[in-house]
């Protein structure tokens, strides 16, 4: 028996040393079986620090999401008031003998922020920039065999405050390891374009190729996404000991095109060939489409003409923090999905690569946004102190990087860049969007103008901008062709509006700006920290949703807009003091629940009917109430209050939604819409009792053994009959048992002192969220809620 487990394993062994010994590419994940002390520990770049005592754990890792919120930390309330300092991580691991006379370089997605990388204490480089990708080649310095390796880096994300926004602390992306032939294509050495016509397209391929030998060949194959052969091309890589370029094309007929509504991805397969040999095979996914900005009918995809309807997205996955999550990216973009968005400015910054995969497999449109500042600071720590230096680097990667995502459409090269103001903005335009140029001629290239009167904005004067951004300023919409002659318009950023989901005050009959200006002194506030969910507040500098989507859809040569902003996020908490430490400008909030606006967008941006009443029906007897309706694919809509009519409503003019003003009684409200005069959809509110229950509802009750995958289980606390409560507030606990953990928890109010991380969360206006993660290994997963006087609910996840 022991001669055949030795003889298995030798099998096995040998198999592994196979996969080595075999030329090709081989990227491996490397997040596992890091240590890591939150500290400055100068000494353990050394390859003999001892740091048996750290922390051990798996990337990506955010260290500030698992602090204390204190008013009194250095990133202020604006960073979300969580800690930041200094951090170290270390990796020992082996490598194969037979890897020796390879390459093997270490590939980052994003450290956050000032990293410094050491491989058996020799000093890699440093990337100040806290969202660029990068790479360093490990080649020269490495141990193979049974010697092992040790790779320290050191964060420092002391220096405060260096955000307008939530950052996050450490190695918070992906990291690969990536071993490949003496020639091979390097990292971001393909760039893949296609021209259509009515019959085919031509995809043009730039590759760059690291030849180390003599009678290479580089094949590239075009593959639909089941793998079938499209066509291909062999051509022949001169020189030796060099960094060539091939250019190549082939011809796709019948293209099936990638759109908004069809993101279908063919990919390229790259492979250079010592005859028959693979030496090297790297993959590039593309999507087939043409796109078009005009300064008279705006945007078209694929020559038919569509609205830009998106918002801005920053990084944070909120109680996740910083840390990617496929799933949690995924999730966030389903909702905007059913929203009916169908695009994303990455504000103000590079986002995670497979934020772009996701994008591009899910059918986004992306505005792929570089700096918030250049030379001039937004903040006195921030990345203008480095600006001088990285610039050109961190921008001509991120170009590389992104460039053959076809989700891309856009390079936004800075949002309300301060040197709009003065004459340096010319110099620095012209040499940002000549970088870009260098690099990628197929997409405009624009920048997010806060200063709209062209006669000042010295970025507009350089005249290097192929498509005219402005942040808010929607006064200046409908003179915008006899202003700007000629030139393209996208609307970079719009409305920042206030919200707070289940939150309301009445009446509703004029719109409210908190503060009424920049000099002014917010006084409308309230205890709670609360603002109304109606549609009815916004910053000084911003509208109401309904005000700016109303001229987006009115005139055609606006291209569209980028809503401010998509999800709520930690940090930037306007217009409240602390405790506030979460912004209020989401039309969904930081657990993933949408506020009662995501409606309005739904019933503009859809086709799909909609019916959703506001608000809830828990008020002092006698209240009046303003009584909200936003809806679609109907003529009109009857409001019934306890069976009795309150008459029928129907929508004038460029009117988005409408208004009953009710006297509260209790009972059930109830909203019915018809169209020629069938009835299209029905919505009830009920007076809800006291709390009496919880009810779990996973978005997924099946997810993967990965140690990744995610499942959000919304927390709903209801009456006896089944309503939820909407004031309940009840402190819900969570127990986890089996193939998984508490990855997290929230409820969407932006004051709360709450962990992110503790098993328990107070519900909010009836709701809260607890996030589980997947073991690696199969089996069932259960999360049961309980609170005290409350019947408690279970829920089983399968982890397969």
């Given at each position: 028996?022991?001669k ?5 394993l030798?099998?096995l ?5 196979a996969a080595?010994a ?12 890091w240590?890591?002390?939150?500290g400055?520990?100068g000494d353990?770049?050394?390859?003999a620090?001892?740091d048996?005592?750290?922390?051990q ?6 260290w500030s ?8 930390n250095p990133?202020?309330?604006?960073g979300g008031g ?8 270390r ?5 194969p ?6 390459n093997?370089f270490?590939?980052?997605d994003g450290?956050?922020c000032n990293s410094e990388?050491w ?13 660029i ?9 490495l141990n ?5 390796n040790i790779?320290?880096v050191?964060?420092?994300?002391s220096?405060?405050p260096n955000?307008r926004?939530?950052?996050?602390s450490?190695?918070?992306?992906n ?5 490949t032939s ?9 760039f893949v ?5 009515t ?15 003599k009678g290479?060949?580089?094949k590239?194959?075009?593959?639909t996404?089941?793998?079938q ?10 020189g030796?000991d060099?960094?060539?370029t091939v250019?190549?094309n082939?011809?796709?007929g019948q293209?099936k ?6 993101p279908?991805l063919?990919k ?16 590039t996914?593309i999507g087939?489409?043409?796109?078009n900005?005009d ?5 078209s995809l ?8 998106g918002?801005c ?8 923090g910083a ?6 990216m995924e999730?966030?973009?389903e909702i ?5 968005c ?5 504000s103000h910054?590079p986002?995670?690569?497979?934020y772009?995969?996701l994008?591009?497999?899910?059918g ?22 480095y600006?001088?230096?990285w ?11 992104d460039r053959n995502?076809?989700?891309v459409m856009m390079?936004s090269i800075?949002?309300e860049?301060r ?10 335009t012209?040499e940002?969007?000549k970088i ?7 997409r405009?290239?624009t ?5 709209a009167?062209?006669?000042?904005n010295f970025?507009y004067k350089s005249g ?6 402005f942040?808010?300023h ?5 003179d915008?062709?006899?202003n ?7 609307a970079?950023?719009?409305i920042?509006?206030?919200a ?8 509703t009959?004029?719109?409210?700006h908190?503060p ?5 002194k917010?006084t409308?506030?309230?205890s709670?920290?609360?603002v109304?969910?109606y ?6 500098w911003g509208?109401t949703?309904?005000?700016?989507w109303k ?7 606006l291209?569209g807009?980028?809503?401010?902003s998509?999800f709520?996020?930690i940090?930037e908490p306007?217009p ?7 912004s209020?400008?989401?039309i969904?909030?930081?657990?993933g629940f949408?506020k009662?606006?995501y409606y ?11 019916l959703?009443?506001l608000p ?5 007897a006698g209240k009046?109430v303003?009584?909200?309706a936003y809806y679609?694919n109907?003529?009109?809509v009857?409001?019934?209050l306890?069976?009795?009519?309150l008459?029928?409503?129907s ?6 939604h ?5 006297p ?10 018809r169209k020629?005069g ?6 009830e509110?009920h ?5 009496a229950?919880i009810?779990l509802?996973?978005d997924r ?5 990965d ?12 009456d006896?009959a089944?309503?939820?409560v909407?004031?309940a507030d009840?402190l819900?606990?969570?127990?986890i048992?089996?193939?998984g ?8 109010a932006?004051a ?6 503790e ?7 009836g ?17 049961t809620a309980?609170s005290?006087?409350l019947l408690p609910?279970?829920v089983?996840?399968?982890v397969?």
């Amino acid at each position: 028996m022991r001669k055949k487990f030795l003889s298995v394993l030798t099998i096995l062994m040998i198999s592994l040393l196979a996969a080595y010994a075999q030329p090709g590419r081989k990227v491996e994940s490397f997040n596992t079986n890091w240590k890591f002390y939150l500290g400055d520990e100068g000494d353990a770049k050394n390859l003999a620090y001892n740091d048996g005592e750290w922390r051990q754990l798996t990337l990506p890792h955010d260290w500030s999401i698992e602090g204390k919120f204190d008013e009194k930390n250095p990133t202020g309330q604006a960073g979300g008031g969580l800690p930041a300092g200094i951090g170290w991580y270390r990796k020992t691991f082996t490598i194969p003998q037979t890897a020796q006379g390879k390459n093997v370089f270490i590939d980052f997605d994003g450290v956050y922020c000032n990293s410094e990388v050491w491989i058996n204490g020799h000093s890699l480089g440093k990337r100040p920039n806290g969202y660029i990708s990068f790479q360093y080649d490990l080649t020269p310095y490495l141990n193979y065999g049974a010697q092992k390796n040790i790779i320290a880096v050191k964060v420092d994300n002391s220096a405060q405050p260096n955000s307008r926004w939530y950052t996050g602390s450490g190695i918070y992306r992906n990291v690969w390891l990536t071993t490949t032939s003496k020639s091979y294509i390097p990292q971001w050495g393909t760039f893949v374009t296609a021209k259509v016509n009515t019959a085919n397209a031509i995809v043009s391929m730039q590759t760059q190729v690291v030849v180390n030998q003599k009678g290479l060949h580089l094949k590239a194959s075009v593959l639909t996404p089941s793998g079938q052969l499209v066509n291909s091309i062999t051509t022949a890589l001169e020189g030796n000991d060099s960094l060539t370029t091939v250019n190549q094309n082939i011809v796709v007929g019948q293209p099936k095109l990638w759109s908004v509504n069809n993101p279908y991805l063919y990919k390229v397969v790259f492979q250079v060939l010592a005859g028959k040999q693979v030496i090297d095979k790297y993959v590039t996914p593309i999507g087939i489409r043409s796109f078009n900005f005009d300064a008279d009918k705006g945007f078209s995809l694929n020559g038919e003409r569509m609205k830009i309807k998106g918002v801005c997205m920053h990084h944070d996955l909120g109680a996740l923090g910083a840390a990617i999550n496929a799933r949690a990216m995924e999730r966030q973009l389903e909702i905007l999905k059913a929203m009916g968005c169908n695009a994303i400015r990455t504000s103000h910054n590079p986002p995670a690569p497979e934020y772009l995969d996701l994008c591009d497999r899910m059918g986004f449109i992306v505005m792929d946004e570089a700096f918030d500042m250049w030379a001039k600071k937004k903040n006195k720590q921030d990345y203008y102190q480095y600006f001088p230096a990285w610039h050109k680097r961190d921008l001509e990667d991120q170009v590389k990087r992104d460039r053959n995502h076809p989700s891309v459409m856009m390079w936004s090269i800075g949002n309300e860049i301060r040197e709009q103001f003065d004459s340096t903005g010319i110099t620095l335009t012209r040499e940002l969007v000549k970088i870009v140029k260098d690099l990628d001629t197929t997409r405009p290239v624009t920048t997010a103008l806060s200063e709209a009167d062209g006669k000042k904005n010295f970025l507009y004067k350089s005249g290097a901008l192929d498509l005219l951004g402005f942040n808010y300023h929607p006064e200046t919409y409908a003179d915008f062709p006899k202003n700007y002659p000629g030139e393209k318009f996208i609307a970079a950023e719009t409305i920042s509006g206030y919200a707070t989901r289940g939150y309301y005050d009445t009446p509703t009959d004029s719109t409210r700006h908190w503060p009424t200006s920049s000099k002014a002194k917010f006084t409308q506030g309230n205890s709670q920290f609360a603002v109304p969910a109606y549609d009815n507040v916004a910053a000084y500098w911003g509208s109401t949703h309904e005000e700016t989507w109303k001229l987006i859809k009115k005139y055609d040569y606006l291209s569209g807009e980028f809503v401010w902003s998509g999800f709520d996020f930690i940090g930037e908490p306007v217009p409240y003091p602390w405790p506030a430490r979460s912004s209020y400008y989401g039309i969904i909030d930081l657990a993933g629940f949408p506020k009662d606006v995501y409606y309005m967008y739904q019933s503009e941006w859809t086709d799909k009917p909609v019916l959703h009443l506001l608000p809830h029906w828990n008020w002092e007897a006698g209240k009046t109430v303003d009584v909200w309706a936003y809806y679609n694919n109907a003529d009109e809509v009857e409001l019934f209050l306890n069976g009795r009519s309150l008459g029928t409503r129907s929508k004038q003019g460029e009117e988005l939604h409408i208004v009953w003003k009710v006297p509260f009684e209790p009972g059930v409200l109830k909203a019915v819409s018809r169209k020629d005069g069938k009835v299209v959809l029905t919505e009830e509110k009920h007076t809800a009792g006291k709390p009496a229950k919880i009810e779990l509802v996973a978005d997924r009750k099946l997810i993967k053994s990965d140690g990744k995958d995610l499942s959000f289980i919304t927390v709903r606390v209801l009456d006896a009959a089944g309503n939820i409560v909407p004031d309940a507030d009840n402190l819900v606990n969570f127990t986890i048992k089996g193939k998984g953990i508490l990855a997290g928890v929230d409820n969407g109010a932006q004051a709360s002192m709450e962990s992110f991380k503790e098993p328990q969360r107070k519900a909010f206006h009836g709701l809260c969220l607890a996030i589980v993660q997947a073991s690696k290994s199969a089996g069932l997963l259960t999360v049961t809620a309980q609170s005290e006087g409350l019947l408690p609910a279970t829920v089983v996840i399968r982890v397969k």
